[in-house]
T-cell receptor, first 115, second 112 residues
Framework: NAGVTQTPKFQVLKTGQSMTLQCAQD?????MYWYRQDPGMGLRLIYY???????DKGEVPNGYNVSRLNKREFSLRLESAAPSQTSVYFC??????????????FGSGTQLSVL | RKEVEQDPGPFNVPEGATVAFNCTYS??????FFWYRQDCRKEPKLLMS???SGNEDGRFTAQLNRASQYISLLIRDSKLSDSATYLC?????????????FGRGTSLIVHP
């Protein structure tokens, strides 16, 4: 049972390059999330998708775009990478059935460095 | 003011000690609360949910105080393997969904 799969695990970009982080879950979850984690900052929400066909901005959306390709997949795109986007990125999913007590399932993370 | 606040620590304790962490939240409409554990460079994993009446799972006890808007985690008989960062998570309502908001985490180091 794979759970949440994130690719790539590591990536180095030059300033101005673009890339897409891929995330897929096999738990039939409705909601998916992208977080970034910087030292001392905890996890901050970039974008989320409460259900297939919807996406919303989180706390730190600037410089990112997302696509909820289908129920399984939620991708995060950096159109023009900046050094400030150097971070660890986590994708997560939850059942998203409107209950407040849902837990998150995480992918293993992507370590991104922008030079 | 950050929505969810935690003392970053580190809390440095000997094996066998009892240690407690607190977490405060600003949104009084928050619905549910969790503690996650994160090992270095790994993904967070759910440690336990926090219920209004308080709940216990082995050496771990979680409490919720809605009036004062804080949650706590107590770890008894600390083990070396408890060394990790403990993340407080609060689910708040947003347009029909519940959005998890993380605290910055509290670092725990258990030494021999």
């Amino acid at each position: 049972n794979a759970g949440v799969t994130q690719t790539p695990k590591f990536q180095v970009l030059k300033t101005g390059q673009s890339m897409t982080l891929q995330c897929a879950q096999d738990m039939n979850h409705n909601s998916m999330y992208w977080y970034r984690q910087d030292p001392g900052m905890g996890l901050r929400l970039i974008y989320y998708s409460a259900s297939e066909g919807t996406t919303d901005k989180g706390e730190v959306p600037n410089g990112y775009n997302v696509s909820r390709l289908n129920k399984r997949e939620f991708s995060l795109r950096l159109e023009s990478a900046a050094p400030s986007q150097t971070s660890v990125y986590f994708c997560a999913s939850s059942r998203g059935q409107g209950a407040s007590n849902e837990k998150l399932f995480f992918g293993s993370g992507t370590q991104l460095s922008v030079l | 003011r950050k929505e969810v606040e935690q003392d970053p620590g580190p809390f440095n304790v000997p094996e066998g000690a009892t240690v407690a962490f607190n977490c405060t939240y600003s949104n009084s409409a928050s619905q549910s609360f969790f503690w996650y554990r994160q090992d270095c460079r790994k993904e967070p994993k759910l440690l336990m949910s926090v219920y209004s009446s308080g709940n216990e799972d082995g050496r771990f006890t979680a409490q919720l105080n809605r009036a004062s808007q804080y949650i706590s985690l107590l770890i008894r008989d600390s083990k070396l393997s408890d060394s990790a960062t403990y993340l407080c998570v609060v689910n708040g309502a947003s347009g029909g969904s519940y959005i998890p908001t993380f605290g910055r985490g509290t670092s725990l180091i258990v030494h021999p």
